[in-house]
C-alpha cells in the first residue's frame, strides 16, 4: 500500500478528487491539519516583518555579526 499526499488548490479539485476516489473504491482518509508553528514564535516574526518593512532594523556586515552577537 503506498502513501499519496494531495495539496489541491480549490474546493472544485478537492470535491473532483474525492468523487475519483470514491468512484474507485480508493479509501482515503482526511488528515487533520496541524499548524506545526507555536502561535507566540509566528506573531513574533510577523511582528519582525512588520518592523523591517517600516524601516526599524539594524544592517551588519558579515565580517562583524561575530561582534555584533557579543562573541568577541
Do not use: R
Not at 494531495?6 to 474525492?18: T, V
Not at 496541524?34 to 523591517?52: D, L
Amino acid at each position: 500500500m503506498n502513501t499519496l499526499i494531495i495539496h489541491e488548490e480549490n474546493e472544485q479539485q478537492w470535491l473532483a478528487l474525492k468523487a475519483v476516489m470514491k468512484a474507485l473504491k480508493i479509501k482515503f482518509e482526511i488528515a487533520k491539519k496541524e499548524n506545526p508553528y507555536n502561535s507566540e514564535f509566528v506573531s513574533k516574526i510577523k511582528e519582525s516583518e512588520k518592523q523591517y518593512k517600516n524601516g526599524k532594523f539594524t544592517k551588519v556586515a558579515p565580517n562583524e555579526i561575530d561582534t555584533f552577537l557579543g562573541l568577541k
